[in-house]
């Protein structure tokens, strides 16, 4: 072998390569272009665990938002019902105010469903409220209540309306949950309690 020339097998002994990142490997080939491998960031990993850790109650939250809507639709349908019996009837001036107090609340009920499903916290406010409003509707609708207030009061409740948790939403876009039926019967049950209950209160008022 002649001084200074280096045989093409030589290059790949250490002496004559130096220490590379782990994120590069040399193939077989000296001459080859360094394969460049995507490094896995430790932040998705958390994300993703933190976002199943959650999924579950994030869901509930969400179903409760629909069903807040659903409820928007049962009383939409009530108040029109109502104001068509008064117009024919003749209802006097006590019975519009009624009917105008549920008209408020039933766009309540749909600016609540609305924020729900998108984990805003003034909807996660005024349902609270209105779950401790529902407490007095003793034995039902204080069952129904407490679970609400859970969903929404919990440790669980505070992280999926967290704007951190919000972040980790959007880096996590492939874990999904699938409610089964019952939850959504159940859940269902409590909503039309809910406006059951709220109907009953203010018409003996």
Do not use: C
Not at 58 to 83: A, C, D, N, P, R
Not at 151 to 177: A, C, D, N, W
Request: hydrophobic share 55%; no cysteine; charged share 15%.
């Amino acid at each position: 072998m002649q001084e200074g020339f280096v045989f093409p097998g030589e290059l790949d002994t250490p002496r004559h390569i130096p220490q590379l990142p782990a994120v590069i490997r040399m193939e077989n080939n000296p001459y080859a272009a360094p394969t460049v491998y995507p490094v896995a960031t430790e932040i998705e990993p958390a994300a993703e665990t933190i976002r199943r850790a959650h999924i579950k109650h994030e869901v509930s939250v969400k179903g409760l938002g629909t069903l807040y809507f659903i409820g928007f639709v049962v009383l939409l349908i009530s108040i029109i019902l109502m104001i068509f019996a008064l117009v024919v009837e003749g209802g006097d001036a006590s019975e519009w105010a009624m009917a105008a107090v549920f008209m408020v609340i039933a766009f309540l009920y749909f600016w609540i469903a609305r924020g729900l499903r998108a984990l805003k916290n003034p909807a996660r406010i005024a349902a609270i409220v209105f779950a401790a409003i529902g407490l007095l509707g003793f034995p039902l609708g204080t069952l129904i209540s407490i679970y609400i207030l859970y969903l929404l009061l919990s440790r669980k409740g505070s992280m999926v309306f967290s704007p951190e948790y919000k972040l980790i939403i959007e880096q996590t876009p492939h874990v999904r949950y699938k409610t089964s039926v019952v939850v959504w019967i159940v859940l269902g049950i409590i909503i039309l309690a809910v406006v059951g209950l709220f109907i009953f209160v203010l018409s003996t008022t």
